[in-house]
């Protein structure tokens, strides 16, 4: 299990004279939560898609479960799963019935009624699919893609349009993927989420990959903010790489003049600061 | 790829499961030919002669309905919404999926066909048909011209809320200069024109001379059966050629 679950090198991808992708490279390991990040038309869906088996790269070379994906063949489509941006179902279709036809379609699929409580489903079993709510729908979307019991499943935006407890459900859906020993390539908009599941992440603008690393290991050559209130109420903000030190020094200055550091923080960038950073020019 | 004639067959009944139970679909599709007929055989009721026209017109407009109409919404529809997209990221062939999609137009033409014949023998004295053959053939044949035109033309339909009215642009003006509520030999010549180049008029002389006129037979219509042919072989191609799997990016 040493292969990767998914390598990409030197990926590009032009439409008519536009190169959407400029030579990515990543390779993410089985088990692990990948996530690729970056601004509306970075070149992230276009990546995504040429994984899936959507489109067809210009040049460079991909493995998905170590298959070439461009070749469209059945096993590697038994084997993924795929949650798109935006999916339809049948209108009149109910919940359970979509679950158990897409699980037809699966040489090894899982248990209907496993997969439909996985994904909070349960209750809305005999719910015609045009009653349901967009969250609702959304894990529908979810259950169709776990269905067919996948080693590696594609996210494109899980939570877009979520409200705040919807999306922490989510959240704990894709973590029990992860204790699953599933392999996921997330894309997303929110900083934080990428911040709560992915372990790794890659952040990408202009078809190409600025940064990739652990969430938390990013920006770790970047510079601490320190911050405090002076006598006179104004915000004094240092930044630096060794803030042991420099806090040392405040905190003895102010010591010697008799002073107190007010609402004195420490702070390290976030994931969203470092994002922003690299992402705004 | 007895898998492929499987997951066909699966997609087969969830389409027919799910066209009755979408009431508006099931009546556009299903109940409007019917009533066309009953509404225009009380009217004509007596009238022999006009009884034999509108019951083979009923007859080609439903294959018509059924498929054409039919496949350009659904299409449109699937297209439109992602299903299909979504049924390409699934280990289901292609060919399965579209198997079962017009396995499902083509049952509601032989149903509205049994029916339309039945009523001809039972209300409108047209007798049983004459030719089954002929009409089997015909049927078959129309149903694998306006199929493969309505997906051919769901291709240059923009998007599902515009679907009506290109549907409508063409099925409309189709059905009334090939002689479906009249007898097209008594058009004027410019109508009698358009229509000889289109497949549906054709179409319904063959249904014409297998349900109603004793001896024209199947190699009275063989010209017919060509213009259809060759109607069928443009859908084909375009039908393939233009195909996409997802929404056109705007």
């Known amino acids: 299990m040493s292969e990767p679950a998914i390598a990409v090198h030197d990926l590009r991808k032009s439409y008519d004279g536009f190169e959407a992708v400029r030579g990515i490279g990543f390779e993410v390991a089985r088990g692990e939560v990948f996530g690729l990040l970056g601004p509306n038309g970075a070149g992230k869906t276009t990546t995504v898609e040429i994984l899936e088996g959507y489109r067809q790269r210009s040049a460079g070379e991909v493995s998905v479960l170590g298959i070439d994906p461009g070749g469209r063949s059945r096993e590697l489509r038994a084997r993924v799963g795929i949650v798109l941006q935006s999916t339809g179902i049948y209108r009149h279709i109910k919940v359970r019935e979509a679950v158990a036809h897409f699980a037809a379609m699966y040489p090894h699929p899982r248990d209907v009624e496993d997969v439909i409580a996985l994904t909070g489903l349960e209750g809305k079993e005999e719910a015609l699919a045009r009653t349901l709510s967009g969250g609702q729908l959304r894990r529908l979307d979810l259950a169709l893609a776990l269905v067919g019991d996948p080693e590696l499943i594609f996210l494109d935006e899980p939570t877009t349009g979520f409200d705040p407890a919807a999306r922490r459900n989510a959240w704990q859906t894709i973590k029990a993927l992860r204790e699953l020993g599933k392999t996921v390539l997330l894309t997303t908009h929110y900083l934080d989420e990428a911040q709560a599941l992915a372990d790794r992440v890659a952040i990408i603008k202009d078809g190409r990959i600025v940064v990739e690393g652990a969430p938390r290991e990013l920006g770790t050559d970047t510079r601490y903010r320190v911050a405090y209130r002076n006598g006179d109420g104004s915000v004094v903000e240092h930044e630096t790489a060794d803030p042991t030190t420099l806090l040392h020094e405040l905190t003895a200055a102010a010591l010697a003049r008799g002073e107190r550091l007010e609402g004195l923080t420490v702070t390290r960038p976030s994931l969203e600061d470092i994002y922003l950073e690299l992402v705004d020019d | ?250």
């Not at chain 2, 009431?23 to 022999?48: D, M, R, T």
Request: hydrophobic share 55%; charged share 10%.
């Open chain 2, 1 to 250: 790829m007895t898998d492929v004639a499987v997951l066909a067959w699966r997609q087969y009944r969830l389409e027919r499961k799910l066209f009755w139970r979408n009431p508006s679909a099931a009546f556009f599709n299903f109940l409007l030919p019917l009533l066309f007929l009953a509404f225009f055989g009380a009217i004509l009721h007596g009238n022999q002669h006009d009884l034999n026209v509108i019951v083979p017109g009923i007859a080609g407009m439903s294959v018509m309905s059924t498929t054409f109409t039919a496949l350009a919404f659904n299409m449109t529809f699937l297209r439109e919404q992602g299903v299909l997209k979504r049924i390409r990221g699934t280990p289901m062939p292609s060919g399965s999926y579209l198997l079962g999609i017009a396995g499902n137009a083509v049952t509601n033409t032989a149903l509205q066909i049994a029916i339309i014949t039945v009523a001809g023998r039972v209300f409108f004295g047209t007798g049983w048909p004459r030719d089954w053959l002929e009409l089997f053939v015909f049927v078959a044949a129309g149903v694998v011209c306006f199929a493969s035109l309505g997906v051919a033309f769901s291709h240059a339909i923009p998007n599902f809320d515009s679907a009506p009215a290109y549907v409508n642009a063409v099925f409309l003006p189709v059905i009334f200069v090939s002689g479906v509520f009249y007898d097209a030999g008594r058009a004027p010549g410019f109508i009698k024109g358009i229509a000889q180049a289109l497949p549906l008029k054709h179409l319904i002389d063959g249904l014409s001379g297998a349900m109603v006129h004793a001896h024209s037979g199947l190699g009275a219509n063989v010209s017919a059966l060509g213009v259809i042919a060759a109607w069928g072989v443009l859908g084909v191609a375009l039908a393939i050629r233009g195909f996409s799997w997802e929404q056109r990016r705007a």
